[in-house]
């Protein structure tokens, strides 16, 4: 299966183990974003886009269970595989009570838990594959692939929803997207409070582009938007 367009979010605080399956992860072709603790790990799902989320379960600031009890509240279809020394028949069951995909004792075979990572992504739909090649819009210059957003000598760090919603957009220009295709490509899903937040990205969006008057960001109401591009 092609993995390049697979994100994975690794919560591991042990240094070693992190970068051993950071390095081995990516080698296989997968997007990693690797966290140290619990609640650097939430705050990298919430402002983030993963397929998969490889947990430990002793981690400082908040355990692994903890944490995929927000993540599992917050979409209850996200793939968990928890990654833990603690072999107790208790534990596994109470993982996969929380609605986890499998339970890998440590130690383990870094090929067994990368079939088991690919096994469970088959089940999934096929990621959207974008460009994230660095392109001019207007005045601006766009770095996708850095979450970049430059006009002259100031540079606006975005976050990486902010960035894949104006990439989506400019791969589109000139065109009706319809709301419920952008939330597909970005989120992977369509829903109403999905919808709310979307409208709050299209108006930093906005704010980010108002330098430039040739550039405009049209709400088609009832459908969806049109990003306004003048050649």
Sequence with gaps: METKSYRILLAEDDANLGMLLLDF???EGFEVRLCR???VALRAYENGSFHLCLLDIMMPKMDGFSL???IKEKDAQMP????????????????YGMGADDYVCKPFDEDELLWKIKAILRRLPEPNLVSKEPVTIGKYFFDPGNQSLQLGATVKRMTEKESEVLNYLFLH???????????????????YFLGRSLDV?????????????????????GVGFIFNVKE
């Design 173 to 191: 220009k000139n065109k009706v997207i319809k709301r419920e295709e952008l939330l597909e490509a970005v989120w992977g899903e369509n829903d």
């Design 68 to 70: 995929a009890k927000v």
């Design 80 to 95: 968990i595989i928890f990654i833990s020394a603690k072999s107790l028949k208790e534990d596994k069951l109470l993982a």
């Design 25 to 27: 992860l990516e080698g």
């Design 201 to 221: 990205f299209i108006s930093k969006l906005r704010k980010y582009l108002k330098e430039d008057e040739s550039l405009s960001i049209e709400t088609v109401f």
């Design 37 to 39: 603790d619990g609640e």
